[in-house]
């Protein structure tokens, strides 16, 4: 999958594709669905199957103060969205001077000019230009004008749950991983690079990987069973583990991080990839007392995780 992030030049080659538009935190089921869409379009038209986002989240820009709320990094975005076969990701940089196109000028600066775009797929809730003035009934008047056609997708549902962004936070922040798997369709991932702490999981017997979930909504606090990809490196591979999301409360203040321990492993990960998947809540965060009792309780959270992954 190409990645195009400079609108002022677009390669030829990379022109012209049928395109899948919106912010896709999370590329859950209503993007598939969306993507699926773009997917048969491209096919029948002979133009290549690309997905139009946006970098920083236009949220980022409007409300930087807000509390930290992607489901994904661009690069985990990137990923999965890959492995979906899009051919081309468009990764236009959201700047003030892009929120302040009116909708006409977007439609035809960006989606004309810029992507010479064939045929644009966006969901029923698609707002665009200044002020969110643009929606889907608007864009497919536009593309009429500047000559590439629009389809609108229906939101997708789960049950009686609309498949959205929010919902699957919703789901996350009450330690509901499988819920928030539903609508996703794939486990909620953390990926990112494992860094260095403080090593006391080390001295307890239970070396972990440390990672940061900055800019990321955070999920409900306490210990998950998880499936742990490691990326690159010698020891490349899936394994199971336990993971600590939250702040340590046993050793005081500290920053958010995902703290992961593989099962059967042994060996160096610093600096390496880690994809993180979230199987099962196990327990909330809780300080104890002491470190006896604290490794007592990792002893019985590692055993109980095991035999949940075994049936997963």
Request: charged content about 20%; hydrophobic content about 45%.
């Amino acid at each position: 999958m190409r990645i195009l992030r400079d609108t002022a030049f677009i390669d030829p080659a990379a022109r012209g594709a049928a395109v899948a538009i919106g912010n896709f935190d999370g590329v859950h089921l209503g993007h598939g669905a969306v993507i699926d869409t773009t997917r048969a379009l491209a096919a029948e038209q002979g133009v290549p199957l690309g997905v139009m986002t946006f970098e920083p989240h236009p949220r980022q820009v409007f409300a930087p103060d807000s509390p930290p709320f992607r489901l994904m990094n661009a690069e985990s975005r990137a990923n999965r969205l890959a492995k979906l076969g899009v051919e081309a990701l468009y990764e236009v940089p959201f700047t003030p001077t892009l929120a302040g196109l009116s909708p006409e000028a977007f439609a035809r600066e960006i989606l004309a000019d810029a992507l010479g775009v064939a045929h644009v797929v966006v969901g029923q809730d698609f707002y665009f230009g200044k002020g969110r003035a643009g929606t889907a009934e608007t864009l497919g008047r536009l593309g009429a004008e500047l000559g590439f056609g629009v389809t609108v997708a229906p939101l997708l549902a789960l049950g009686e749950t609309e498949i959205s962004s929010t919902a699957i936070r919703t789901a996350l922040s009450e330690g509901r991983p499988r819920d928030a798997a539903g609508m996703l369709g794939h486990w909620h991932r953390i990926d990112g690079e494992v860094v260095h702490g403080d090593q006391r999981g080390r001295l307890l017997g239970y070396p972990t990987a440390n990672m940061s979930i900055e800019g990321l909504h955070p999920p409900r606090f306490g210990i998950y069973a998880v499936k742990v990809d490691v990326l690159g490196g010698p020891h490349a591979g899936s394994y199971d583990g336990a993971a600590s999301i939250g702040v340590r409360p046993t050793f005081g203040v500290n920053s958010a991080n995902c703290e992961t321990f593989l099962f059967d492993f042994t060996g160096d990960l610093y600096n390496t990839h880690l994809s993180v998947a979230l199987i099962e809540y196990l327990r909330d965060e809780e300080r104890f007392d002491s470190v006896e009792a604290l490794v007592a309780q990792m002893d019985a959270d590692c055993a109980r995780a095991r035999a949940l992954l075994a049936h997963v």
